[in-house]
């Protein structure tokens, strides 16, 4: 199993960014596709997922700015973010809790991509 994002790159506050993350290889059951962040010296922090039954949740510096969408059928999961913080800077990785046919659960990880947010 393989994710690889894609999307990052430089913006002004306020601007726009499209994260987009593909999973390839075989995979029986996904019960969640999130995104992560990072930035230099701190813990990957959770910034949004959607869980099988399609919950959404949202790390609240993101809530209103933030949007997780995912396409099953493609195996694909998306994070549109609007309204872009300085703050916002960081390493984004997309992530996957799955189950391989035959393997256990476990967490898929995607390279990384980074967002800079300019002032």
């Known amino acids: 199993v393989q994710l690889q994002a894609s999307g990052g790159g430089s913006v002004q506050a306020g601007g726009s960014l499209r994260l987009s993350c593909g999973i390839s290889?075989?995979?029986?059951?996904?019960?969640?596709m999130n995104w992560y962040r990072q930035t230099p010296g701190n813990e990957r922090e959770l910034v949004a997922g959607i869980g099988s039954g399609g919950k959404i949740n949202y790390a609240e510096s993101v809530k209103g700015r933030f949007t997780i969408s995912r396409d099953i059928l493609e195996n694909a999961v998306y994070l549109q973010m609007n309204s872009l913080k300085p703050e916002d800077t960081a390493v984004y990785y997309c992530n996957v809790f799955a189950r391989p046919p035959t393997d256990r659960w476990q967490h898929f990880w995607g390279q990384g991509t980074q967002v800079t947010v300019s002032s």
């Open positions: 290889g075989s995979i029986a059951e996904i019960n969640a």
